[in-house]
């Protein structure tokens, strides 16, 4: 035997009844020898039975055996394969309950058997009994019609009246005429009851509603990153969840079995045993184990199934009964079917063809501007609306029309016989009867007959009529969805332009830069323009396909039947829920801003080389001292400098999609922004050059021309000649700065230029004060811009030496006047501080004497007046030594003599 049998014995053993094995032991010792000897079984159908057994035994024991002796084992084999025929109608059965007798030859006496055993009986469906053994009522016997439609209708009746007591089983849902088996999950023992096998479980559970998610499958563990543990406890058996006691917890309340937490494993403590597994290994346990008690995956398939089979059954019954009232002989025509294949044909061919952007549109070689784009979306979008409402309009008025036949009929079938006779309105039924009127003497069989087919066509007029509510309904769902489907693909194409997946050719996307003298350079439009666009489209388009007025009034159905009230979900709500629209806009959105910030980060330098622009040209424009030829050299540098850079800028900037970096989806023109840029800058420079030259015209040669006029028939004196000389020389190097810069100005300057360089010549020739550094320096700008020179005389060293020794001379003078003016000023100020310092010092050296005179006297008032005399002649000799030498030793210091070093002097 090998080892995939042995396991399926083993659990046919312990799981089936009767069960053989009472414990797991013997299971327990089967995946020991096959973890020891290092081997593991294949998944067998038989295998993969018993696995969610094996897996919700005990609260899960034996998981990690399974997982580590199975091959190929996953969490969805813990769950049960789902098997819709596996359950069957919710019927409880009375064991007690005597089986069904075979048709004896009295029916009465079956009849009766029968009666007397519905009390003991559970009401199920009745076995079939043989046509032949029943007698027939009285009540549901037909009459002898020789009309073969007459026939068919009564049989219609048996079968209605039949059907409407089969279908009063007690176990069993009925949903219109179609009996719903409930779908019920297998039975799970519980803990204390060892599971049994699922196909002997007869009583199955409603299956509960489906609230539980697939995401919802994590346990909840309470784990930190230090080492501390922590003591956790179920509230009850069944729960999955560990709670956390605090540390205060009373321990005569914990329990026998509870669960330490760490952060390296999880021990269960059970009285005395212990069992220590991996956090990894517990927390897929956990997870499997929910997995398994909830059971998501077959609740989820099982629902899934299940809606998905009642929608189509709804579809099935109502196309059975508008094909039922349509195969019925009627007055109007066309019948339902008809009408609603022609609606929905219509609205298919309508709309299936619209789109915000025609195929044609992207095969332009040129790139797309915002402008286009919102021109032609507001005009196809027009479109839609106009054909949409024309749409509704038609389909609400057809849908009128047939709703008046329909109820025309039932009040014409309300008429007599004669009276349809009459009208030519008879229906097919009773077409067969109008012979009858040419009969003298009619039969009265055929006149009831007559009768009950004409109350039998009044009712089928009645229930058209009754239907048209559920019909309505019905047109109303279809032709809002295919306008929701229209719509949804309608979106899709649109917003497919802007993403990164775009499945055809689309053409570029042009933005404009836009040049702004604060922030240097703009996008337009925005990306708050773009996006906002984007989004004021969809709702557009939402409310062409989805707004109130293009569904279907209900005022139609309310001129038949005014108590209609409409149940209807809105569409727009619908259209949210659809996953891949709702994903198309965020990434569009997504794009969108990725695009912006790319060309925010690229056209970042080209900004600020904007800003610069401007600054250099408002620098310019606040310069006045146009005479100051190193500042005005810097700026016209700077300008040159502008000019160049704004020449070599690039005009365009592409974006390219990221998943594809061959395709390219936007593109920023930066020819407005520098365009406008040039034109700033060009407008400040001609404004600086026209400054310029009006200060050259203007002002310096209007200057030297009146000098010229005033001091040409006289001795030009030295001051003259300097006047005139710097004024030259000044515009000379102006007209040469000016015209090597800008060539356009070389017209305007160069004939001042001329006069001023024959002015000079005059002035050369005439003056021996000229000199020969400011000529060269004339002469230089002169055949720069195109114009004679200015000779130069051999006189101009000795000239220029004899002005170097007068200046000298004056220098020298100026400064012997500074000397004598400074001396004096010392002596002042020496003669009046030693004024000062004598009498400071003579004041002192009293003070000084008479203290010491006191002291004397009252230290020698015993001695002798003899040595008191010799002792003052002594100290007025010392008196008058020290003042000679402070008054040689000032006379010596003069005014650098301090106080200190005076009181020190008086002091010794």
Same mark, same amino acid.
């Given at each position: 035997?090998?080892?995939?049998?042995?396991?399926?014995?083993?659990?046919?053993?312990?799981?089936?009844?009767?069960?053989?094995?009472?414990?797991?032991?013997?299971?327990?010792?089967?995946?020991?020898?096959?973890?020891?000897?290092?081997?593991?079984?294949?998944?067998?159908?038989?295998?993969?039975?018993?696995?969610?057994?094996?897996?919700?035994?005990?609260?899960?024991?034996?998981?990690?055996?399974?997982?580590?002796?199975?091959?190929?084992?996953?969490?969805?084999?813990?769950?049960?394969?789902?098997?819709?025929?596996?359950?069957?109608?919710?019927?409880?059965?009375?064991?007690?309950?005597?089986?069904?007798?075979?048709?004896?030859?009295?029916?009465?006496?079956?009849?009766?058997?029968?009666?007397?055993?519905?009390?003991?009986?559970?009401?199920?469906?009745?076995?079939?009994?043989?046509?032949?053994?029943?007698?027939?009522?009285?009540?549901?016997?037909?009459?002898?019609?020789?009309?073969?439609?007459?026939?068919?209708?009564?049989?219609?009746?048996?079968?209605?009246?039949?059907?409407?007591?089969?279908?009063?089983?007690?176990?069993?849902?009925?949903i219109e005429d179609l009996t719903v088996v409930e779908l019920a999950l297998p039975n799970r023992g519980s803990k204390s009851s060892r599971p049994t096998s699922a196909r002997r479980n007869v009583n199955k559970k409603q299956l509960p509603p489906l609230l539980q998610k697939q995401d919802a499958v994590i346990s909840n563990l309470y784990i930190r990153d230090n080492n501390s543990f922590f003591m956790a406890k179920k509230n009850s058996k069944n729960d999955l969840y560990y709670h956390i006691i605090p540390p205060s917890y009373p321990k005569h309340m914990i329990g026998e079995k509870f669960t330490i937490l760490a952060g390296t494993g999880v021990v269960t403590l059970n009285k005395n045993l212990a069992n220590v597994v991996d956090l990894p290994q517990f927390v897929q346990d956990q997870s499997n184990m929910f997995i398994v008690e909830k059971q998501l995956f077959k609740l989820h398939n099982a629902f899934r199934c299940f809606y998905t089979w009642r929608d189509r059954y709804h579809e099935r019954q109502f196309k059975k009964i508008i094909k039922g009232l349509d195969d019925i002989d009627e007055v109007v025509r066309p019948g339902f079917s008809t009408l609603l294949d022609k609606?929905?044909?219509?609205?298919?061919?309508?709309?299936?063809?619209?789109?915000?952007?025609?195929?044609?549109?992207?095969?332009?070689?040129?790139?797309?501007?915002?402008?286009?784009?919102?021109?032609?979306?507001?005009?196809?979008?027009?479109?839609?609306?106009?054909?949409?409402?024309?749409?509704?309009?038609?389909?609400?008025?057809?849908?009128?029309?047939?709703?008046?036949?329909?109820?025309?009929?039932?009040?014409?079938?309300?008429?007599?016989?004669?009276?349809?006779?009459?009208?030519?309105?008879?229906?097919?039924?009773?077409?067969?009867?109008?012979?009858?009127?040419?009969?003298?003497?009619?039969?009265?069989?055929?006149?009831?007959?007559?009768?009950?087919?004409?109350?039998?066509?009044?009712?089928?007029?009645?229930?058209?009529?009754?239907?048209?509510?559920?019909?309505?309904?019905?047109?109303?769902?279809?032709?809002?969805?295919?306008?929701?489907?229209?719509?949804?693909?309608?979106?899709?194409?649109?917003?497919?332009?802007?993403?990164?997946?775009?499945?055809?050719?689309?053409?570029?996307?042009?933005?404009?830069?836009?040049?702004?003298?604060?922030?240097?350079?703009?996008?337009?439009?925005?990306?708050?323009?773009?996006?906002?666009?984007?989004?004021?489209?969809?709702?557009?388009?939402?409310?062409?396909?989805?707004?109130?007025?293009?569904?279907?009034?209900?005022?139609?159905?309310?001129?038949?039947?005014?108590?209609?009230?409409?149940?209807?979900?809105?569409?727009?709500?619908?259209?949210?829920?659809?996953?891949?629209?709702?994903?198309?806009?965020?990434?569009?959105?997504?794009?969108?801003?990725?695009?912006?910030?790319?060309?925010?980060?690229?056209?970042?330098?080209?900004?600020?080389?904007?800003?610069?622009?401007?600054?250099?040209?408002?620098?310019?424009?606040?310069?006045?001292?146009?005479?100051?030829?190193?500042?005005?050299?810097?700026?016209?540098?700077?300008?040159?400098?502008?000019?160049?850079?704004?020449?070599?800028?690039?005009?365009?900037?592409?974006?390219?999609?990221?998943?594809?970096?061959?395709?390219?989806?936007?593109?920023?023109?930066?020819?407005?922004?520098?365009?406008?840029?040039?034109?700033?800058?060009?407008?400040?420079?001609?404004?600086?050059?026209?400054?310029?030259?009006?200060?050259?015209?203007?002002?310096?040669?209007?200057?030297?021309?009146?000098?010229?006029?005033?001091?040409?028939?006289?001795?030009?004196?030295?001051?003259?000649?300097?006047?005139?000389?710097?004024?030259?020389?000044?515009?000379?190097?102006?007209?040469?700065?000016?015209?090597?810069?800008?060539?356009?100005?070389?017209?305007?300057?160069?004939?001042?230029?001329?006069?001023?360089?024959?002015?000079?010549?005059?002035?050369?020739?005439?003056?021996?004060?000229?000199?020969?550094?400011?000529?060269?320096?004339?002469?230089?700008?002169?055949?720069?811009?195109?114009?004679?020179?200015?000779?130069?005389?051999?006189?101009? !060293?000795?000239?220029?030496? %004899? &002005? #170097? +020794?007068?200046?000298?001379?004056?220098? /020298?003078?100026? $400064? @012997?006047? =500074?000397?004598?003016?400074?001396?004096?000023?010392?002596?002042?100020?020496?003669?009046?501080?030693?004024?000062?310092?004598?009498?400071?010092?003579?004041?002192?050296?009293?003070?000084?004497? !008479?203290?010491?005179?006191? %002291? &004397? #006297? +009252?230290?020698?008032?015993?001695?002798? /007046?003899?040595? $008191? @005399?010799? =002792?003052?002649?002594?100290?007025?000799?010392?008196?008058?030594?020290?003042?000679?030498?402070?008054?040689?030793?000032?006379?010596?210091?003069?005014?650098?003599?301090?106080?200190?070093?005076? !009181?020190?002097?008086?002091?010794?």
């Amino acid at each position: 035997m090998n080892l995939e049998d042995e396991l399926v014995n083993l659990c046919h053993r312990f799981f089936d009844a009767p069960q053989i094995d009472k414990a797991p032991d013997k299971l327990s010792t089967f995946f020991s020898r096959l973890i020891s000897k290092n081997q593991k079984v294949q998944i067998t159908s038989d295998i993969r039975y018993f696995i969610p057994f094996l897996a919700s035994y005990d609260g899960g024991v034996l998981c990690s055996f399974i997982e580590n002796c199975i091959e190929g084992i996953n969490p969805m084999h813990y769950v049960p394969e789902l098997k819709l025929a596996d359950y069957s109608c919710n019927i409880t059965k009375n064991p007690r309950s005597p089986k069904t007798e075979r048709p004896g030859r009295n029916p009465r006496n079956k009849r009766n058997n029968n009666n007397s055993n519905t009390d003991k009986t559970s009401k199920g469906p009745r076995s079939a009994r043989n046509p032949k053994s029943a007698r027939t009522p009285k009540s549901a016997r037909t009459p002898r019609a020789t009309d073969k439609r007459a026939n068919e209708i009564y049989d219609r009746f048996n079968r209605n009246e039949k059907h409407e007591k089969t279908n009063k089983n007690e176990g069993c849902t009925k949903i219109e005429d179609l009996t719903v088996v409930e779908l019920a999950l297998p039975n799970r023992g519980s803990k204390s009851s060892r599971p049994t096998s699922a196909r002997r479980n007869v009583n199955k559970k409603q299956l509960p509603p489906l609230l539980q998610k697939q995401d919802a499958v994590i346990s909840n563990l309470y784990i930190r990153d230090n080492n501390s543990f922590f003591m956790a406890k179920k509230n009850s058996k069944n729960d999955l969840y560990y709670h956390i006691i605090p540390p205060s917890y009373p321990k005569h309340m914990i329990g026998e079995k509870f669960t330490i937490l760490a952060g390296t494993g999880v021990v269960t403590l059970n009285k005395n045993l212990a069992n220590v597994v991996d956090l990894p290994q517990f927390v897929q346990d956990q997870s499997n184990m929910f997995i398994v008690e909830k059971q998501l995956f077959k609740l989820h398939n099982a629902f899934r199934c299940f809606y998905t089979w009642r929608d189509r059954y709804h579809e099935r019954q109502f196309k059975k009964i508008i094909k039922g009232l349509d195969d019925i002989d009627e007055v109007v025509r066309p019948g339902f079917s008809t009408l609603l294949d022609k609606i929905r044909q219509r609205v298919i061919e309508k709309t299936e063809t619209l789109c915000i952007y025609p195929y044609s549109f992207d095969f332009k070689p040129e790139e797309c501007e915002f402008n286009e784009l919102q021109e032609i979306a507001n005009i196809s979008i027009a479109e839609m609306d106009d054909l949409t409402l024309h749409l509704t309009a038609e389909i609400g008025s057809e849908m009128s029309d047939f709703f008046r036949q329909i109820r025309a009929t039932n009040l014409l079938m309300q008429l007599d016989f004669d009276e349809l006779h009459s009208l030519n309105a008879l229906p097919a039924s009773l077409q067969t009867f109008s012979s009858d009127l040419r009969w003298r003497f009619p039969s009265i069989w055929r006149q009831k007959l007559r009768e009950k087919l004409l109350i039998h066509e009044r009712k089928i007029a009645l229930k058209r009529q009754n239907y048209l509510g559920k019909f309505f309904s019905k047109v109303h769902s279809i032709y809002t969805g295919n306008l929701l489907l229209q719509c949804e693909r309608i979106l899709i194409e649109f917003l497919q332009r802007f993403s990164t997946d775009c499945p055809t050719k689309r053409r570029i996307h042009k933005v404009y830069a836009a040049f702004d003298q604060d922030e240097g350079m703009k996008i337009n439009p925005s990306k708050e323009e773009f996006i906002h666009w984007i989004s004021l489209t969809i709702e557009i388009v939402k409310a062409t396909f989805l707004h109130e007025e293009k569904q279907i009034s209900v005022e139609v159905i309310n001129e038949v039947d005014p108590d209609f009230e409409l149940y209807a979900e809105n569409p727009k709500r619908v259209l949210s829920r659809f996953q891949r629209l709702s994903k198309l806009i965020e990434n569009v959105y997504g794009e969108i801003n990725a695009v912006y910030t790319f060309f925010s980060l690229e056209m970042h330098n080209h900004a600020y080389f904007l800003k610069k622009l401007r600054n250099c040209i408002d620098s310019a424009s606040s310069f006045t001292d146009l005479r100051e030829i190193e500042n005005l050299e810097n700026i016209i540098s700077e300008i040159l400098k502008v000019e160049h850079e704004l020449r070599d800028r690039p005009r365009n900037i592409f974006h390219k999609v990221l998943d594809n970096d061959e395709v390219t989806d936007f593109v920023l023109d930066m020819r407005p922004a520098l365009d406008m840029a040039t034109k700033f800058f060009q407008d400040g420079v001609s404004e600086f050059k026209s400054r310029i030259i009006n200060e050259l015209n203007n002002s310096i040669f209007s200057e030297i021309q009146e000098k010229w006029a005033s001091v040409k028939e006289t001795k030009i004196s030295r001051d003259d000649c300097r006047y005139l000389e710097i004024r030259m020389v000044l515009y000379s190097v102006l007209c040469e700065t000016t015209c090597t810069a800008w060539n356009d100005t070389l017209n305007e300057l160069r004939g001042p230029f001329d006069t001023i360089m024959r002015m000079y010549r005059a002035l050369n020739d005439k003056c021996r004060f000229t000199h020969a550094e400011a000529i060269q320096s004339f002469n230089a700008s002169a055949e720069k811009v195109g114009i004679g020179l200015v000779t130069i005389r051999d006189d101009y !060293e000795n000239d220029y030496d %004899e &002005e #170097e +020794e007068e200046e000298e001379e004056e220098e /020298e003078d100026n $400064n @012997e006047k =500074q000397n004598t003016d400074i001396k004096k000023e010392e002596e002042e100020s020496n003669e009046s501080l030693e004024i000062e310092y004598m009498d400071e010092i003579e004041d002192r050296i009293e003070n000084k004497v !008479e203290k010491n005179v006191k %002291e &004397e #006297e +009252e230290n020698d008032s015993n001695l002798k /007046e003899s040595d $008191n @005399e010799s =002792q003052s002649e002594v100290e007025n000799e010392n008196l008058g030594d020290r003042i000679e030498n402070s008054n040689d030793n000032e006379e010596n210091c003069g005014s650098g003599v301090k106080y200190d070093q005076t !009181e020190s002097q008086a002091e010794s």
